[in-house]
């Protein structure tokens, strides 16, 4: 059911446009660029998924995670079988 839902996919098609929002964002802080690319690149991976969780609260309620994509909406519960385990941390 996870796969054949797509639910991955549609999580995916959520989250890729906040994360290259913040990285966006990110280059435009004073003095960000200033540091090593790698650097830059530790600071975006720690704080990504904490980005995606603020911008995708809205998904989330006590029973459901809502998924709104092109494809049309998938509710999930949230106490699924088939939910991966960082969908259940939000």
């Given at each position: 059911?996870?796969?054949?839902?797509?639910?991955?996919?549609?999580?995916?098609?959520?989250?890729?446009?906040?994360?290259?929002?913040?990285?966006?964002?990110?280059?435009?802080?004073?003095?960000?660029?200033?540091?090593?690319?790698?650097?830059?690149?530790?600071?975006?991976?720690?704080?990504?998924?904490?980005?995606?969780h603020?911008?995708?609260?809205?998904?989330?309620?006590?029973?459901?995670?809502?998924?709104?994509?092109?494809?049309?909406c998938?509710?999930?519960r949230?106490?699924?079988?088939?939910?991966?385990?960082?969908?259940?941390?939000?």
């Open positions: 059911q996870f796969f054949s839902h797509g639910i991955f996919r549609r999580f995916q098609e959520l989250v890729l446009p906040v994360m290259e929002a913040s990285v966006r964002f990110a280059k435009k802080i004073p003095g960000f660029t200033s540091f090593a690319m790698r650097d830059q690149i530790m600071l975006m991976k720690r704080n990504g998924f904490m980005v995606v603020l911008a995708l609260h809205s998904l989330v309620s006590p029973s459901f995670i809502q998924l709104d994509t092109r494809e049309g998938l509710r999930v949230r106490n699924s079988y088939y939910i991966c385990e960082q969908m259940t941390r939000l």
